[in-house]
């Protein structure tokens, strides 16, 4: 069965995005992107909220075709195209570049998404994510941390009311300082009430 794994940057005090929704502070050069590629094209499908999607459909299905690209640029705007999108909204009417449009979270649909054939399933954006963790549809963890300290904003982790046991499988240090921490939901304490 394929896995479920959330994939998010955040800085070194705990922040997807600061207190203005901005993501200037991310350190993502042509190393990490590259690395991230790497990992993201062996994926089966994308899952993400309505905000996620229209911010990426409004830059990557034509992000190769600028000669000013790079190559990890152009690389990605191929992988996101061909890939498998499942967009979770209540308001979304229609999307284009292979997506499907979910209207809501239901662990029993997501299960069976899970069991179809394929790679498995990056989960991003800290909204959607908080309602696949709230319901323990989590398996993997790839957090990227960014040397940097905001100070406020907007944690990717909700207060579930669960205590989530962790196990870690990977870390990978990147010449630009960011830090990558792999971890993978503990078979023997899944879920253990606070």
């Known amino acids: 069965m394929r896995k479920i794994i959330m994939q998010m940057s955040v800085s070194l005090d705990g922040y997807f995005e600061g207190p203005d929704r901005e993501i200037d502070w991310h350190l993502v050069d042509e190393e990490l992107h ?8 062996a994926m089966g499908g994308f899952l993400s909220g309505r905000v996620g999607h229209e911010l990426m459909a409004a830059y990557w299905p034509t992000a190769d075709a600028d ?32 997506t499907t449009i979910v209207r809501d979270v239901v662990a029993e649909e997501v299960r069976e998404l899970k069991a179809r054939p394929g790679g498995d399933l990056v989960l991003g954006g800290a909204d959607l994510a908080a ?32 205590l989530t046991a962790l196990r870690r499988t990977g870390t990978r240090t990147f010449g630009n300082g960011v830090v990558l921490l792999q971890y993978e939901r503990a078979e023997a304490q899944a879920d253990v009430r606070r």
């Not at 690395?35 to 094209?41: A, D, P, S, T, Y």
């Not at 000669?67 to 229609?94: H, N």
């Not at 696949?132 to 909700?158: A, C, M, N």
């Open 34 to 41: 590259l690395h991230m590629n790497e990992g993201l094209k």
């Open 67 to 98: 000669p000013q690209s790079s190559p990890a640029v152009a690389e990605f705007a191929g992988i996101w195209r061909d890939m498998p999108k499942y967009v979770y909204s209540r308001t979304l009417e229609r999307a284009d570049w292979n």
């Open 131 to 162: 309602s696949f963790l709230r319901l323990g549809l989590v398996d993997e963890f790839r957090i990227y941390v960014h040397p940097v300290l905001l100070g406020r904003g907007r944690t990717p982790f909700p207060d579930a009311g669960t």
